[in-house]
C-alpha cells in the first residue's frame, strides 16, 4: 500500500472514531486533551463537534493552520511526554493521541510512556483515541466502528 493510501486510510479511521465517540464525550464533564496538534486538523473537528468544550493541544512547536490554533492558555507548547505530565490529574474526557512517527524504533519508546500518561490525564470512564495502542491495566480496549479496520486506530476506556 502506497503511503499516500495509508495516509488516507488513517485520517478516515481517525475521523471515523472521534465522530463515534464525540456523542458520548458531550455527555461528560472534562476536557478534551489533543497530544499532538499537527497542522489543526483534527483540533478543528474536535473543536466543531465539541462546541464550547475546552481544547488543550500539546505540540513541540506550533505548525497549526492559523484557523486551527487554541487560544494561548490552551496551547502547550514543548516536548509532549513532559508538558503534559503537569496536567495529570485533569480528568480529561477525551484524550486523543496522534503522535506516532511511523518508525517502529522511534514509536516502540513512545509505547513504553504514552499509555501510563494518557490513563493519568483521563477521568474514570474517559476515552482515550490514539494512533498507535495503549497498552494498560488502566485503559479497556474498545471496538472500533465497523468503517474502521481492527488495528487501523484505537479506542480505550479508563476503567
Known amino acids: 500500500m502506497s503511503r499516500l493510501d495509508s495516509f488516507?486510510?488513517?485520517?478516515?479511521?481517525q475521523r471515523d472514531i472521534l465522530d463515534h465517540v464525540c456523542a458520548e464525550v458531550a455527555k461528560m464533564d472534562g476536557p478534551v486533551i489533543e497530544l499532538g496538534l499537527g497542522n489543526g486538523r483534527t483540533f478543528h473537528h474536535l473543536r466543531e463537534r465539541l462546541p464550547g468544550r475546552r481544547i488543550v493541544a500539546f505540540d513541540r512547536a506550533l505548525a497549526a493552520h492559523a484557523s486551527s490554533i487554541p487560544e494561548a492558555e490552551n496551547l502547550v507548547l514543548g516536548e509532549i511526554r513532559e508538558?503534559?505530565?503537569?496536567?495529570?490529574?485533569?480528568?480529561?474526557?477525551?484524550?486523543?493521541?496522534?503522535?506516532?512517527?511511523?518508525?517502529?524504533?522511534?514509536?516502540?519508546?513512545?509505547?513504553?510512556?504514552?499509555?501510563?500518561?494518557i490513563?493519568?490525564?483521563?477521568?474514570v470512564g474517559?476515552?482515550?483515541?490514539?494512533?498507535?495502542p495503549l497498552d494498560h491495566p488502566q485503559l479497556q480496549?474498545?471496538?472500533?466502528?465497523?468503517?474502521?479496520?481492527?488495528?487501523?486506530?484505537f479506542i480505550s476506556r479508563r476503567v
Not at 83 to 108: K, P, Q
Not at 126 to 132: D, E, K, M, N, R
Request: net charge positive; charged share 25%.
Open 8 to 13: 488516507i486510510r488513517r485520517m478516515t479511521a
Open 83 to 117: 508538558t503534559a505530565s503537569r496536567f495529570i490529574g485533569i480528568d480529561a474526557a477525551l484524550v486523543h493521541a496522534d503522535i506516532g512517527t511511523g518508525y517502529e524504533d522511534r514509536d516502540a519508546v513512545t509505547s513504553t510512556w504514552l499509555p501510563d500518561l
Open 119 to 123: 490513563a493519568r490525564l483521563l477521568r
Open 126 to 132: 474517559g476515552i482515550a483515541v490514539s494512533g498507535t
Open 141 to 153: 480496549r474498545l471496538a472500533p466502528p465497523p468503517s474502521v479496520p481492527a488495528d487501523r486506530y
